[in-house]
């Protein structure tokens, strides 16, 4: 199981820190689905998954917009590429939901696992290229001043 790691840190405090909670509530939803028999999930374990997905869709979103903000203040010029991205992440929170609720067999853990890599993948890369963009465009210095936030080294 892969969890949070340093090394995905991309240099901004606030969203570093949403980046970890994010893998944390799937990492946690994970190990739960692991203590459920791979039969298919009965009613009352599909139920209590259902506030976990709301969780994960409730800080994506969070996430998403306050990742957004800052691409557009500082006029990041892939903004539009790495927004559809975030639509796609939405969309597998909305998949799996889904799934949770209508699929007679339930959400399997290969999809939570699934997504995690997708996640991991969304940060090391794209949200990584974003950090190094404001840090080399002298940008970030600047948002954080004003902000009152520290600059992760």
């Given at each position: 199981m892969i969890s949070w790691n340093d090394i995905y840190q991309i240099g901004i405090e606030e969203i570093d820190k949403q980046h970890n909670e994010l893998f944390t509530y799937v990492t946690e939803?994970?190990?739960?689905?692991?203590?459920?028999?791979d039969d298919a999930l009965s009613r009352k374990d599909k139920l209590q998954f259902i506030p976990d997905i709301w969780?994960?869709?409730?800080?994506s979103f969070t996430h998403f917009i306050a990742e957004e903000e800052?691409?557009?203040?500082s006029r990041y010029p892939d903004y539009f590429t790495h927004k559809d991205l975030?639509?796609?992440l939405i969309t597998t929170i909305f998949d799996l939901e889904n799934q949770l609720i209508d699929d007679e067999d339930g959400l399997k853990k290969e999809l939570?696992?699934?997504?995690?890599?997708?996640?991991?993948?969304?940060?090391?890369?794209?949200d990584r290229k974003f950090g190094d963009y404001l840090r080399d465009s002298g940008v970030l210095a600047k948002m954080l001043i004003e902000k009152g936030k520290g600059i992760q080294k």
């Open positions: 939803m994970y190990r739960r689905f692991g203590t459920i028999s969780r994960l869709r409730k800080h800052y691409m557009i203040k975030h639509n796609e939570i696992m699934s997504f995690l890599e997708v996640l991991i993948q969304h940060v090391t890369k794209y």
